[in-house]
């Protein structure tokens, strides 16, 4: 069974840099798939970030692309999410996803990041 | 970017009675269409893809039709647990996927 677990901070500050990581396991990233994240503000729509290869190849959302870096690390099975500059507006539920080229079968539980000060 | 437009926006449904959900896409998007089910506080679930193959351990009352520009999810008896907010996606622009803005099934 496939399963993944976003963790991070659940406060940033704005301007600052929000940093997720999401944990596989039951698959190894390294056998395939894409691997992605997608967030959702509060009471509002999903809307897909970015994606990552195990080989570390990267597609990103053009309205985000300028502050998103996403990465990978195989020896953990884990990948990461950066967001820089962030403000009110990036507030949302995070999301870490196996992208199937498209059908997102499995999904982390979604975290919960909040921008204040 | 591929837009998605969902509707209605909120559909009221008594238990037991069939419901119909609406996708249009801004260009045709093929069969590269999923619809997903989200319950308060859960994430996604992945219910159709390809835009009428329902995954695995979905259950055969979620059905789903249509390619191009117009999909339609149906689902032919409404169980409690059925009532969340469904979200049509597309793929066929990959890896720039869109969601459309989602559909809320209440209770009537």
């Known amino acids: 069974q496939v399963q993944l677990q976003e963790s991070g901070p659940g406060l940033v500050k704005p301007s600052e840099t929000l940093s997720l990581t999401c944990a596989v396991s039951?698959?190894?990233?390294?056998?395939?798939?894409?691997w992605g994240w997608i967030r959702q503000p509060p009471g509002k729509g999903l809307e897909w970030i970015g994606s990552?290869?195990?080989?570390?190849?990267?597609y990103y959302n053009p309205s985000l692309k300028s502050r998103v870096t996403i990465s990978v690390d195989t020896s953990k099975n884990q990948f990461s999410l950066k967001l820089s500059s962030v403000t009110a507006a990036d507030t949302a539920v995070y999301y870490c996803?196996?992208?199937?080229?498209?059908?997102?079968?499995?999904w982390g539980q979604g975290t919960l990041v909040t921008v204040s000060s | 970017e591929i837009v998605m437009t969902q509707s209605p926006a909120t559909l009221s449904v008594s238990p037991g009675e069939r419901a119909t959900l609406s996708c249009r896409a801004s260009?045709?998007?093929?069969?590269?269409l999923a619809w997903y089910q989200q319950k308060p506080g859960q994430a996604p679930r992945l219910l159709i893809y390809?835009?009428?193959t329902r995954a695995t351990g979905i259950p055969a009352r979620f059905s789903g039709s249509g390619s191009g520009t117009e999909f339609t999810l149906t689902i032919s008896s409404l169980q409690s647990e059925d009532f969340a907010v469904y979200y049509c996606?597309?793929?066929?622009?990959?890896?720039?996927?869109?969601f459309g803005q989602g559909t809320k099934v209440e209770i009537k």
């Open positions: 996803a196996r992208d199937g080229g498209g059908p997102t079968d499995y």
């Open positions: 039951g698959y190894s990233i390294s056998s395939g798939y894409y």
């Open positions: 990552i290869y195990h080989s570390g190849s990267t």
């Open positions: 260009q045709s998007v093929s069969s590269n």
């Open positions: 390809g835009a009428s």
């Open positions: 996606q597309q793929y066929n622009n990959w890896p720039l996927w869109t």
